[in-house]
């Protein structure tokens, strides 16, 4: 099956790394291995950039933006209209093989390309919606205005839990902003970055997109690092834990460039003494397994009214028992493997040190081992009694571990859901019209996402995306998320015989 998806989308047994858009390269950095946490698979090999090949491609960046910010926004559009519709052809074995090699269920996998379709579709009306305001001049006979125009390269560095989806939000806005792209997708998912350039390569081509355009890089952290330091990117959007992103907004600033940062959440969901629990309760565990708790918008933390606690701990208990957990593909199974033993090993430290702090576990976490778990990367879904100050609690750990805890007012609440680092995705669930004003208020959630009877997860992508504090600050993706890829420029016209100073200025030669 899975040799069938290879061939489908014309992977290799051994890939170049480096594209151009239009041209592959041929990579002279180190080899990749590219495998799978389903079944710990070797998939294919992956040649990665090395310093000069990199060089070679922002070389053809730079040569690529004179010409494609030349050609009119709504052209720019046509050709991601097209892009969308080759996604679309490719939805099922792009979908398979993301949930193949990043490990996330197949529904998964399928909403990561349909979002990427979405994306398409939104980025294609935007080509046609890139406005800048009108301002009346206080001079006479002037007129005031402004324009945005295109940047030239937007770097883009993503996370291996959403292979496809964050290169796409991207690069589809920042095309038909005018910019060209060069991506660094992450390490541990090169194939579906390599799938994703083969699938669009015949589009570019079709319409004589310019070479360079649409790059890809592949390679690991010092790439990134090249990325955040170059000069000749104005734009670095990258996607990955705070710690990265630390980094990457470090040397980008330090060149005074920009940097959109989309790091890491630790997501908690208020459940009023008004909530329907028996809603809430699949928000809630959806949002805490799905993916295997491998979303940035995992719900991490449930902060539950004493008056509601037992009762629906004890449904998020009896719906743990029930969850399936096994090979992803297989549509029966509701919970993956994580990304790779590494990911294990973080997740059974976090276990030891919730129990060091004095946390109690409702539901027992531990490795799975057996046939069906061979790569040695399928972990139990836990839950946690603990205390929202916990070393461990402020810390996002990227696995299926749900901390729960009690609160008395919503105020209380309000401020635990707050009392953490991180700032992406919140939500309240309660029937109580005054609560969840007071939850969406500027007294309320603090994050970047703030949900009323749903979950942290699953963003649509109609609505700009990021959060605050150690989440970065960044926006990507729908609402006027577009502007990050563009520069502001004001414009003032003089259309009288005159030549009056602003604030009333007198210079009289
Ligand atoms: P990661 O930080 O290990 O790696 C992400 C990317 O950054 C990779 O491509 C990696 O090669 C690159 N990188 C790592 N160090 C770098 C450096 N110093 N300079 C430049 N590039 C560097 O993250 P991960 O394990 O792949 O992904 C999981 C993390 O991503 C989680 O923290 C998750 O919350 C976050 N995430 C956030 C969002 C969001 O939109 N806020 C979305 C997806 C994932």
């Given amino acids: 099956m899975v040799n069938d998806i290879l061939q489908q989308l014309n992977i290799k047994p051994e890939n170049s790394g480096v594209s151009t858009g239009t041209v592959w390269l041929e990579a002279t950095g180190d080899y990749l291995q590219a495998d799978s946490p389903v079944d710990g698979q070797v998939i294919s090999k992956v040649k990665t950039a090395s310093h000069k090949d990199y060089d070679t491609v922002i070389e053809k960046a730079t040569a690529a933006f004179k010409e494609w910010r030349l050609w009119p926004a709504p ?15 490719n939805k099922e074995a792009l979908g398979r093989l993301v949930s193949y090699e990043m490990g996330k269920s197949l529904q998964e996998g399928y909403g990561e390309v349909q979002e990427m379709i979405d994306i398409c579709d939104f980025a294609v009306g935007l080509s046609r919606q890139l406005y ?12 005031m205005y402004e324009q945005w125009h295109p940047l030239g390269i937007t770097g883009i560095i993503s996370a291996f839990n959403f292979p496809v989806a964050v290169w796409s939000w991207n690069s589809m806005l920042a095309m038909v902003c005018g910019n060209v792209c060069v991506w660094k997708p992450s390490e541990k998912t090169p194939l579906s970055a390599i799938a994703c350039q083969l699938i669009i390569q015949d589009v570019l081509r079709a319409n004589n997109v310019p070479e360079g355009v649409c790059n890809l890089v592949t390679g690991g952290r010092e790439l990134g690092e090249w990325m955040a330091a170059d000069t000749r990117i104005p734009l670095v959007s990258a996607t990955g834990s705070t710690r990265m992103g630390k980094a990457v907004g470090a040397a980008v600033g330090t060149r005074l460039g920009r940097s959109l940062l989309e790091l890491g959440g630790n997501n908690a969901i208020i459940i009023s003494e008004n909530a329907d629990l028996d809603m809430s309760l699949i928000g809630c565990v959806f949002g805490a397994v799905g993916t295997a708790g491998q979303r940035c918008t995992s719900t991490r933390r449930l902060i539950i009214h004493e008056s509601v606690y037992e009762a629906f701990t004890q449904k998020l208990v009896k719906a743990y028992q029930q969850l399936r957990i096994g090979n992803p593909l297989d549509e029966n199974n509701h919970v993956g493997p994580l990304i790779d ?13 919730v129990k060091a702090e004095g946390g109690s576990f409702l539901v027992e976490g531990g490795v799975l081992e057996g046939d069906n778990y061979t790569s040695g990367c399928y972990v139990k879904p836990c839950i946690a009694a603990v205390e929202n100050n916990f070393k461990i609690v402020q810390h996002e750990t990227f696995a299926p571990i749900l901390y729960v805890m009690k609160y008395k007012t919503l105020e209380e609440a309000i401020a635990m859901q707050n009392g953490v680092p991180q700032g992406l995705s919140s939500a309240i669930m309660t029937l109580n019209l005054r609560e969840a004003e007071l939850f969406l208020s500027q007294t309320g959630s603090d994050c970047g996402i703030a949900n009323v009877n749903i979950g942290t997860s699953g963003a649509e992508i109609g609505g700009a995306f990021g959060g605050e504090k150690e989440t970065g600050g960044g926006r990507e993706s729908g609402s006027d998320a ?28």
């Fill in 482 to 509: 577009w502007r990050a890829y563009m520069r502001r420029q004001t414009n003032t016209i003089n259309y009288s015989t005159h030549l009056p100073l602003a604030q009333g200025i007198k210079f009289d030669l």
């Fill in 132 to 143: 800048g305001l009108t301002m009346h001049s206080e001079r006479p006979g002037h007129r």
């Fill in 75 to 89: 052209r720019r559009g046509e050709v991601v209209r097209q892009a969308g519709e080759a996604l679309r052809k």
């Fill in 341 to 353: 033993k590494a990911a294990v090993q973080l997740y059974q430290q976090a276990i030891t040190e």
